[in-house]
């Protein structure tokens, strides 16, 4: 009789407080249920807590976690193996590291902010916290590129003045700005308006919209605000509902599980080279000089998915203004871009033109922008087939209504829905 093999042992450390956190679990899960049977173990946990002292003393195989500092990271370290860690922040001795993609975030915010006619954009995060300093040195960079107006504002951690908040990490930081908020008042109130923020996560957004309206600033007409991670908690908390990027956790979940059992199956990796370098999706970015033997993987965010915080468009020209509320309220009614013109009292040709300027596009265009935006909502939050979709907005028949989607997106609505909805 062959002998039974051992199933490797694997820990999850890995936060289930944060959106951030259920979306990897969710991805290690895909990745287990397709393709490996391990001995898993899964520890409830917030993202500061430590390793449990009973776990002190075992041997795991492998550990995918997500350490929020560096004395989390030794203590995993102690107990594993193999370790894949999710947030990368601490290079383990043995193993990977995966993050979102800094780089790709300050483009896809910008792009964001650049399409609803802003010009002035700005960065607000906490220093010393690494994943806000690399989006925020990142977004710089793009500005500079793009000849933006821009801004930065990081909240700091004082030497002597935090003594009183007992965690640590990100979570402190942001504990610790609530105490900083008439400073970010004050910040906000000397911005030219009308200025875009991205905020280098949800909370740090949600303290921007608090302080914008403490200010006695409209958002999003005066500051628009983005935030990242799109922990929809936090989101649709914040008044009015805040704007976010939604990383990809799904997906670094699923590769740090993958990673984790090449890991296990060969020791092979004195130079951190494995068979995956050949399979490394588009987009995707590789870097094996971290150290010699821990691969370093960053992955792309998913989109921008908008609330009310960022739904608007940055002109200085009421007529326009006033034709781009029109739309908005009406896209979905079946309007065309003479109604828009009647509604303004101009002519069809001055409005074209001026939309030409401001916006870089005509206002057939942005009817049909707001109508496809409407479109990924139902597609996103209701069961509705797509002829009742095309009824609600004004497309009238599922083929316009598939034909226009795949020209914008590149996709079927009903691949749009299967890539971008929550189970």
Same mark, same amino acid.
């Given at each position: ?10 820990? #999850? =450390?890995?936060?289930? +407080? ?18 490996? +049977? ?21 041997? =795991? ?38 993050? *979102? ?22 960065? @607000?995060?906490?220093?010393g ?24 504002f990081?909240? !700091? ?18 504990? %610790?700005?609530?105490?900083?908020? *008439?400073?970010?008042?004050?910040w906000l ?10 905020? @280098? ?24 605000? #983005? ?40 020791? @092979?990796?004195? %130079?951190? +080279?494995?068979?995956?370098d ?5 987009? /995707? ?15 792309p ?6 609330r009310? +915080?960022? /739904?608007? #468009?940055?002109? /200085?020209?009421?007529d ?22 009647? %509604? ?10 001026? =939309? ?15 109508? #496809? ?5 139902l597609?996103?939050? !209701? ?9 609600? !907005? ?5 083929? %316009? ?7 914008? !997106? ?5 691949? =749009? ?7």
């Amino acid at each position: 009789m062959q002998p039974v093999s051992k199933k490797p042992q694997v820990l #999850l =450390f890995i936060e289930s +407080s944060r959106a951030y956190g259920r979306g990897c679990l969710q991805g290690v899960a895909g990745y287990l249920r397709a393709h490996e +049977s391990w001995d898993v173990i899964h520890l409830e946990r917030g993202l500061s807590e430590a390793v449990p002292s009973d776990l002190i003393g075992r041997q =795991f195989d492998g550990v995918i976690s997500r350490s929020e500092n560096e004395s989390i990271a030794n203590g995993i370290q102690q107990i594993a193996r193999w370790v894949v860690d999710l947030r990368g922040s601490f290079p383990p001795q043995r193993g990977a590291l995966i993050d *979102t993609d800094p780089a790709a975030c300050a483009r896809l915010a910008i792009d964001h902010f650049v399409e609803r006619g802003f010009r002035r954009i700005v960065f @607000c995060g906490y220093r010393g916290v690494d994943f806000s300093e690399a989006r925020g040195e990142e977004f710089s960079r793009y500005c500079e590129e793009e000849k933006l107006e821009t801004d930065r504002f990081e909240m !700091t951690l004082g030497e002597t003045e935090n003594t009183a908040i007992p965690i640590e990490g990100v979570l402190r930081h942001e504990a %610790h700005a609530e105490i900083l908020e *008439t400073e970010l008042v004050d910040w906000l109130q000397q911005q030219p308006l009308p200025t875009a923020v991205f905020a @280098c996560n949800d909370v740090c957004g949600r303290q921007v919209v608090r302080a914008a309206v403490k200010a006695g600033l409209r958002v999003p007409e005066q500051i628009a605000v #983005l935030g990242v991670d799109n922990d929809e908690v936090i989101c649709d908390l914040t008044n009015p509902p805040l704007s976010s990027i939604e990383p990809d956790s799904y997906r670094i979940g699923f590769e740090g599980a993958a990673l984790l059992a090449e890991l296990l199956e060969s020791e @092979c990796v004195e %130079h951190g +080279s494995t068979n995956r370098d050949s399979k490394t999706s588009a987009g /995707d970015k590789r870097d094996q000089q971290t150290d010699e033997t821990c691969q370093r993987l960053t992955i792309p965010p998913r989109r921008v998915v908008t609330r009310f +915080s960022t /739904d608007v #468009l940055a002109v /200085d020209d009421p007529d326009l203004s006033s034709a781009i509320e029109f739309i908005r309220l009406h896209a979905c009614r079946g309007i065309g871009v003479a109604d828009v013109a009647k %509604h303004v009292a101009i002519s069809r040709a001055t409005l074209e033109r001026r =939309f030409r300027v401001a916006l870089d596009r005509t206002p057939r265009e942005e009817i049909e922008r707001i109508r #496809l935006e409407h479109v990924k909502t139902l597609l996103l939050q !209701t069961d509705y087939g797509l002829d009742r979709i095309a009824s609600m !907005t004004a497309y009238s028949k599922a083929p %316009h209504l598939i034909t226009a989607f795949r020209r914008q !997106t590149g996709l079927t609505p009903i691949n =749009f829905r299967k890539r971008y909805r929550r189970c």
